[in-house]
């Protein structure tokens, strides 16, 4: 704030030297009107001089009378001039009382002036100390939000590169576990691969053991099937070439043989088309009801009873449904063939096997 300027000596009494002059004209004036409104008293001389005159002409009683009168006419002057002097003085003195008690009102005046400037000069002194404080305390706050704002910013930028850290480090361990994770699935992988070229390569040789066991299992299947055709041709020409009563003993010796050999044929046919299940066991026995036609034709297989494990069950049956025909037997009699109409037979895995 903008500071008064302190008056120098001269301007501080210049006031006071103008009410002080100011104060003597006017006391000056007051005595002049009063010397000028003072009454004219009558001139001594004359008096004195027709005194004189008629003291010649008159007696010495009347010149003292006229002298007595004199006497008090000049002492009747001269104490009206000295009353209008003790007047006269009494106003001078009361215009030099009113002058100096002007003088003194100026100089309270002045004094009073002064000290209002001094107040003012004071007040205008605290207001611009009060303005400096505030402008201070606001340049103190602006500086504490400064301080308040960098320490928050810093806190900001620690805190960002903490979290930058610690993101830098969670892609680490992330990358890490990815490569481990990595290093883990391709040792499995390998171990997976191993384990299937193992059994891959097992598989492998137990189909090669089932092909020889299947083509070994076909060629006795054949060479059962060639010695049973066999069988029934010859026994087929020894009922064409013999008399009757021979072919009909021989027709029933070879119907008895037929039906166990048909029997037989079912089982191998059914082995033939048998896939044999994971659960198959040892000692297992399923019942099967087979309905065949005249001609040879499997017609229907269900369960008759159970072995308790429903895939074997299900690989019997479809196993013997897997025939179709029988050719062997269309030329069989009605009566041998009436049993195989609907007939019962037992399956174990190792009938299916042969």
Known sequence: MHQQREPSASESYFWP?????GLHVLIFGLLFVSFAMTPELPE???????TLYQLKSK?????????KIAGEAKKSAARQTEV???EQKKVEQEAIKAAEQKK?????KADDAKKAEEAKKADEAKKAEDAKKADDAKKAAEAKKELADIAKKKAEDEAKKAAEEEAKQAAEEAKKKIVEDAKKKAAEDAKKKAEAEEAKKKVAEEAKKKAAADAAKKKSQDAARKAAEDKKAQALADLLSDT??????????QGDETAGSFDDLIRSRAAEGWARPPSARKGMTVVLQIGMLPD?????????????????DASAVAAVKNIGRLTEMQGMKPSDFAPYRSFKMTFTPEDLAL
């Open 44 to 50: 001594a001389k004359p008096i004195v001089q027709a």
């Open 59 to 67: 007696s010495q009683a009347t010149t003292q009378t006229n002298q």
């Open 104 to 108: 003194e009102e100026a100089a309270q």
């Open 244 to 253: 009757p009563q021979r072919q009909q003993a021989l027709a029933d010796e």
């Open 296 to 312: 040879g034709t499997v017609t229907t297989v269900t369960v008759a009873k159970g072995s308790g494990d429903g895939p074997f």
């Open 17 to 21: 030297s103008v009410w002080a002059i």
């Open 84 to 86: 209008e002097q003790m």
